[in-house]
């Protein structure tokens, strides 16, 4: 069995990545920049923005925290993002999910910019990106698909399952898996039978929520099993795949903490950088 090394791939992207920045910063004269507005205090969204930063400056990029407390006002927000819109060192904006409840999330997404839009969370993105065309991607499932690709480079024909169709990772994962020709089924809660289902993929996408829900006996000898979940248990940190049962039978399998989590900030550099790509055509 291949142990899929998020960790790795994520720092070869990162490398490549900063040599792509240096070249840029040659050509242009300026550097890509990328501003996180983070609402509140909730810890772990402080941790997501603290890595962000980290691994946005070890890369080249220009790089923003903008802080606002809980109570901050909608308007205020919204103010804030039209003026990065209109800024030209700003070539990626995201605002850290979740918001407070008092924000409207969606018109927090429909503000930014579609071309600075990193997360790939704008209707517009969404939209290109299942018409086929250039598009921002969401992070997970682009750093879930870079990791796919390692293993399988011609996917063209193959059968995979997305367990879970949320915005954030299952939709965006079943686009970017049909583009490359795969035939895909995308499963949720109302899924009939979801070992069934699981039994026939070569590749399992699994953005669930739900600890070690796929067991060893629904995936069948040389699947591709890609594991997003990152869920919290008395046992440490778990994904939605059973890790010891599943990698008995997978071809390949990414572990959790270590797979698919250090791709998903990588990608962001990536989007931060593609923006600035596309703003200087
Ligand atoms: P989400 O928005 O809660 O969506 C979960 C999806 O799973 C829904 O579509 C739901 O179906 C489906 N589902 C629930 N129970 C199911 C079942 N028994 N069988 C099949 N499908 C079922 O979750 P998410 O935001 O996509 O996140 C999924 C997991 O990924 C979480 O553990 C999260 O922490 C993790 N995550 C990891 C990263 C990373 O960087 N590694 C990034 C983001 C999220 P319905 O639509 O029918 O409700």
């Given at each position: 069995?291949?142990?899929?090394?998020?960790?790795?791939?994520?720092?070869?992207?990162?490398?490549?990545?900063?040599?792509?920045?240096?070249?840029l910063?040659?050509k242009h004269?300026k550097?890509p920049?990328?501003?996180?507005?983070?609402?509140?205090?909730?810890?772990?969204?402080?941790?997501?923005?603290?890595?962000?930063?980290?691994?946005?400056?070890?890369?080249?990029?220009?790089?923003?925290?903008?802080?606002?407390?809980?109570?901050?006002?909608?308007?205020?927000?919204?103010?804030?993002?039209?003026?990065?819109?209109?800024?030209e060192?700003?070539s990626?904006?995201?605002?850290?999910?979740?918001?407070?409840?008092?924000?409207?999330?969606?018109?927090?997404?429909?503000?930014?910019?579609?071309?600075?839009?990193?997360?790939?969370?704008?209707?517009?993105?969404?939209?290109?990106?299942?018409?086929?065309?250039?598009?921002?991607?969401?992070?997970?499932?682009?750093?879930?698909?870079?990791?796919?690709?390692?293993?399988?480079?011609?996917?063209?024909?193959?059968?995979?399952?997305?367990?879970?169709?949320?915005?954030?990772?299952?939709?965006?994962?079943?686009?970017?898996?049909?583009?490359?020709?795969?035939?895909?089924?995308?499963?949720?809660?109302?899924?009939?039978?979801?070992?069934?289902?699981?039994?026939?993929?070569?590749?399992?996408?699994?953005?669930?929520?739900?600890?070690?829900?796929?067991?060893?006996?629904?995936?069948?000898?040389?699947?591709?099993?890609?594991?997003?979940?990152?869920?919290?248990?008395?046992?440490?940190?778990?994904?939605?795949?059973?890790?010891?049962?599943?990698?008995?039978?997978?071809?390949?399998?990414?572990?959790?903490?270590?797979?698919?989590?250090?791709?998903?900030?990588?990608?962001?550099?990536?989007?931060?950088?593609?923006c600035f790509k596309r703003s200087q055509i």
């Amino acid at each position: 069995m291949i142990l899929i090394d998020g960790k790795k791939a994520a720092a070869e992207l990162r490398a490549d990545l900063k040599q792509e920045v240096a070249q840029l910063k040659s050509k242009h004269n300026k550097v890509p920049g990328l501003t996180v507005i983070l609402i509140g205090d909730l810890t772990p969204s402080q941790i997501y923005v603290r890595n962000k930063e980290k691994s946005a400056n070890e890369v080249g990029l220009k790089s923003e925290v903008i802080k606002y407390p809980d109570s901050v006002e909608e308007k205020t927000v919204l103010e804030k993002i039209q003026e990065l819109n209109s800024d030209e060192t700003v070539s990626g904006i995201l605002v850290q999910l979740p918001l407070p409840k008092h924000i409207d999330k969606q018109k927090v997404i429909e503000a930014i910019d579609p071309s600075k839009d990193v997360d790939g969370f704008h209707p517009m993105n969404v939209g290109n990106l299942s018409s086929g065309y250039e598009s921002s991607i969401p992070c997970t499932p682009l750093g879930c698909y870079l990791l796919i690709k390692k293993i399988e480079p011609n996917l063209s024909g193959k059968k995979a399952v997305v367990v879970g169709r949320s915005n954030l990772n299952g939709k965006p994962m079943t686009q970017l898996l049909l583009k490359e020709n795969c035939t895909v089924t995308i499963t949720h809660s109302k899924t009939k039978d979801l070992k069934a289902e699981c039994l026939e993929a070569d590749i399992i996408v699994a953005a669930v929520g739900i600890p070690e829900l796929v067991r060893g006996d629904w995936v069948k000898k040389d699947a591709v099993v890609i594991d997003v979940g990152i869920n919290k248990t008395d046992d440490g940190i778990v994904g939605d795949v059973h890790f010891d049962e599943v990698s008995k039978n997978a071809k390949a399998l990414t572990p959790v903490p270590g797979g698919v989590g250090p791709m998903t900030i990588a990608c962001l550099l990536k989007n931060t950088i593609d923006c600035f790509k596309r703003s200087q055509i």
